[in-house]
């Protein structure tokens, strides 16, 4: 494990992001080397890699392939935490963008409108 079995936090371990000395933590370790080149490397250091090493869908082969590459581990207490996504806030959806002044005047007219009709027709009815 990296230089006498030494344990590196993120910090010392995200130092080494470039071209020719380019560390990426994994699940805790981190590695030295991808065999699908340099860029997979850089596109993912000074981050916990984990989860996009996961969602590319490794094969079994390619995770045995992991020991190999692994030069140490890291201090998962100094790996920041991932923030979770909150979705921003927003206005209720209108469908027919109607104002919610007519609606609340159909809500308070409407009903009114139905009892004096049945009102009417009452009185109707009984002067007949």
């Given amino acids: 494990m990296g230089d006498d079995g030494k344990v590196f936090t993120f910090a010392q371990v995200s130092e080494h992001n470039h071209r020719k000395d380019c560390w990426l933590i994994v699940n805790g370790k ?67 963008k109607t104002s919610e002044f007519i609606i609340k005047l159909l809500q308070f007219l409407v009903p009114l409108a139905i009892v004096g009709l049945a009102m009417g027709i009452r009185l109707y009815t009984k002067s007949s």
């Avoid at 590695?31 to 860029?39: N, R, S």
């Avoid at 490794?58 to 392939?65: E, K, Y």
Wanted: charged share 30%.
């Fill in 30 to 96: 981190f590695l030295e080397d991808h065999p699908g080149g340099d860029e997979v490397l850089l596109s993912a250091t000074g981050k916990d890699a984990t989860d996009d090493f996961e969602d590319v869908g490794h094969s079994d082969s390619a995770i045995d392939m992991m020991d190999q590459y692994c030069v140490g581990e890291a201090d998962v207490s100094t790996i920041p935490k991932k923030t979770k996504y909150e979705p921003p806030s927003q206005p209720r959806y209108n469908q027919d």
